[in-house]
Every structure is written in structure tokens, then in C-alpha cells.
């Protein structure tokens, strides 16, 4: 007769008792592929939302908007938007994948994420709206004249850098044991 080891419950969830490489890598790819998505765009926008600021080319009126515009964006997009939604659900989506993956998820982890697949209605409906509505703002502003592209494109740069800084720190948590608790949008497994 073997005797079986008394299996603690609190060790058997510590943060790097039950995982290994696959779990690493696959949570790893799905965070850092969604940051490298900010870090393009924030590169991207970044000298936009300078320009004006450089060139000395805001009117008192404009620079107040400017101040006023990054300040509600810090609040409503980075705060709001990111860091109380977007970001625990981005991190839960890549700890919930890195638990249990499959090879097509694992390789398309930052899309996975982004719950741009593997999603409850609500959670597909949303994320390829705002998809949408990102890539015609993006075009709106491709067309929008400085000052005024500037002033935008810092408010989006401020909410980007927020995002990407609280996604960092929810994934050190998640690797540290506390995962984010978000509305994950999986679909219903119910039979």
C-alpha cells in the first residue's frame, strides 16, 4: 500500500507551485503582445501629441484645453476605462488561458486577450466595436490639423501609458499569486 502525500490546498495554488513553462510563456505572450500594441501606438502618437507643445503653436485658450483634455483623459480612459475594466480583464483573460491552453489560443494569446475571440456575446460585441471605433478615429484624426491633432493625441497618449503601466502591475500580481478579479466575457460552458 503507497502512501500518499497530504495535499495542502494553499500550497497547491501558490503562485509557482501548479505551473510551469507552458504557463509562463503562454501568460507572458498574451500580456506583452497586448503591451507591444500600446508601445506601437504610444510611439506612434507620442511626437503628434508634442508637436504643438514644441513648435509653441497653442494659444492660451488651446494649451488650457490641452491641460483640461490629458486630465479628463487620465481620469475617464486610464482610469475609468483601463485600469478599473479593460486592464484586470486583459491580465484574468491571460492568467484563465496560461491555466488551461490550447495551441490556436496559446499562439493568438494577445487576441485572446483582447477578447477578440473565445468571448461571451457582450464581451465580442464590445471588443470589435471598439475596434471599430478606434480604427475610424484613428483616420479622423489622420485628417484633424495641428493644434488640434496634438491636443487629442496627448489625452490618448496619457490614457495608453496609464493602461499599459496598470497592466504591468496587475500581471507581476498575477505572477505573484493574486490574479485581478474582472469579468472575464468567457462564453457560457453550460450543456
Known amino acids: 500500500m503507497s502512501a500518499r502525500l497530504p495535499t495542502n490546498a494553499a500550497s497547491a495554488s501558490s503562485p509557482v507551485s ?3 513553462l507552458v504557463y509562463y510563456l503562454t501568460f507572458s ?18 511626437p503628434m501629441a508634442l508637436a504643438p507643445i514644441a513648435e509653441s503653436s497653442l ?4 494649451s488650457a484645453i490641452y491641460v483640461a483634455w490629458v486630465l479628463f483623459n487620465a481620469y475617464s480612459e486610464g482610469y475609468r476605462a483601463f485600469q478599473r475594466s479593460f486592464c484586470p480583464r486583459v491580465v484574468g483573460r491571460a492568467h484563465q488561458l496560461a491555466a488551461a491552453p490550447t495551441l490556436l489560443r496559446a499562439l493568438l494569446a494577445p487576441l485572446y486577450c483582447l477578447s477578440l475571440f473565445h ?4 464581451g465580442l460585441t464590445l471588443a470589435w466595436s471598439m475596434l471599430a ?19 487629442v493625441d496627448g489625452g490618448v497618449v496619457v490614457a495608453l501609458a496609464w493602461g499599459a503601466l496598470v497592466i504591468v502591475i496587475l500581471a507581476v500580481r498575477t505572477l505573484l499569486g493574486s490574479p485581478p478579479r474582472a469579468k472575464l466575457n468567457l462564453p457560457d460552458t453550460r450543456a
Do not use: D, K
Not at 29 to 46: E, K, M, P, S, Y
Not at 119 to 122: K, L
Not at 133 to 151: D, E, F, K, M, S
Open 18 to 20: 501548479a505551473r510551469g
Open 29 to 46: 505572450w498574451g500580456v506583452i503582445g497586448v503591451l507591444l500594441l500600446f508601445a506601437r501606438a504610444i510611439a506612434r502618437l507620442t
Open 59 to 62: 494659444s492660451p485658450l488651446q
Open 119 to 122: 468571448a461571451n456575446r457582450r
Open 133 to 151: 471605433i478606434i480604427a475610424g478615429l484613428v483616420w479622423l484624426l489622420g485628417i484633424t490639423p495641428q493644434p488640434w491633432r496634438g491636443i
